[in-house]
């Protein structure tokens, strides 16, 4: 599985989205579960996926679906 | 006066909040006569609170002015509200300037709040109500707490005692001030004549960072769940000189981050102080003395000044015996009046004189340290927010034409209902309602739920 798909499926898994959701315009407290609850486990699963671990900057600056693309590629993940 | 506030610098600030605004103690004195010449007489209000300086000043003012306050928060969902409202009757809102409809009157503003009049008949109210708080905030329960003056100026007496709290302290009050122990960190501070760091933000956002390094704070106070957020975010490692202490509570801590947060302090001079206690207690009742963090791991510690714990048998016999699991009994002036269901019980008096079964499953060591080992009442802390299980079964029976059981843990609640094409919807809609995250609920589908003879549910086949 691409990166990418990988990306928009743990988007869709942890916010119960449904699978045709246009999930790329997603804010942070868009979406319900998208809460501070929400936002740790959403970085754990990345984490668990990509095999790498978030500077704290990055998780607090993590705030929409686009801008987490940008922050997976500064740690070298191929997006 | 309520906390002495009137023996306080007067140009001393009181309360800083993450908007920019702010306020002196003579600010919040002055306002308070001025909002005193609306009450005439004793009346009810409901605070809609967002952890602003607006929110604060008008709950202050109420209690200075001996208006009973109804704390709620500002985003609690609109049904649950007006059930609330048609409930008890408050003369008077005070809400968010933005949640001003059109149609209503303003009769006094202040700092982006504004007091609303309900046109609703106040109930009679006891003379010594103070406060009434949700006792689960987030399921919008109609059942209240009844607190009394001196359970608040007892309360703030004796915690800000037992945290040495001073008037150079900058406490973060994150936790919500309509939750008991958001507002317990409120009062005890301004009794010492501190400075209240108030935010609606939580540690995901950089502003929460901002807001907490730009005022230096001085003491964080949270819920478990905080501190696991604040792990990821490498927080042990943050270098934080003005912090002094950290402290939790609304629930149990894991064993490793208990020794985390103790390990943390011990590294870098900081005091770490968890607390126990329950919005019937007007916040805390235990507290685990720092130096004893490392020794007494996972341990509530011992009452708190002027309070007094013991364990008592089914039989309500005392125990006097280490090691041995039996429900928990508090006795201090925090102890709440009773409770509150609906607007006639406003006129009770103290139902409790002073004594709290906590239903809390406890046992105490040799050392007189106290352990949780378990809960006799049917509610769940999920991520340390105390939510209701017959209430969480209510809501979803009166919404689903469903027969509906909820059981489960700190981690997780457990919902089992008869209608298997429900299950997703159910738990969007309880977790919209109860405003917790909906990873916190586990669906099943149960064709029959098992019931004893007279038509009980047995939870404990579930």
Sequence with gaps: MKNCEKYRNIFIERFSLEEDFDVKKIKRYDVTDWDSVGHMMLITAL???FDMMFEMEDILAFDTYENG????????IEM | MFLELDQKSSNNIALIDSEGQQATYGDVVAFSQLFGTIFPLKTLIIVLNNNT????????????????PLMLSATMDGELLKELTDTYHPEFLWKPMDMVQGNET???????YALVPTGLEPYPLYEDLSLLLTTSGSTGSPKLVRHSYNNLEA????ISAFFDAKEDDKPMVDLPINYTMGLSVLNSYLYAGATALLTGLNPISPKYWEFLKTNEATVLTNVPYYYE???KLRFFRMDLPYLRIITQGGGKMSDELYMECAEYAKRTGKKFIPTYGQTEGSARMAYLPAELAYEKCGSIGR???NGKLYLINDDETVITEPDVVGEMVYEGPNVTLGYAVKGEDLILGDERHGVLKTGDMVKMDADGCFYIVGRKKRFLKLWGYRVGLDECENIIKSAFDVECACVGDDERMRIYVNSEAELDTIKKYIASKTNVNSSAFEMHYIEKLPRNDAGKILYSKL
């Design chain 1, 47 to 49: 984490e668990d996926s």
């Design chain 1, 69 to 76: 693309i940008e922050i997976l590629k500064k740690y070298g």
């Design chain 2, 53 to 68: 300086v607006g929110s604060a000043m008008g709950y202050l003012a109420a209690m200075i002015e001996r208006v009973v």
């Design chain 2, 106 to 112: 303003v009769v006094l503003e202040k700092c982006g």
């Design chain 2, 155 to 158: 309360q703030a007496r004796n």
């Design chain 2, 229 to 231: 957020i604040l792990k």
């Design chain 2, 303 to 305: 009452a708190i000044p």
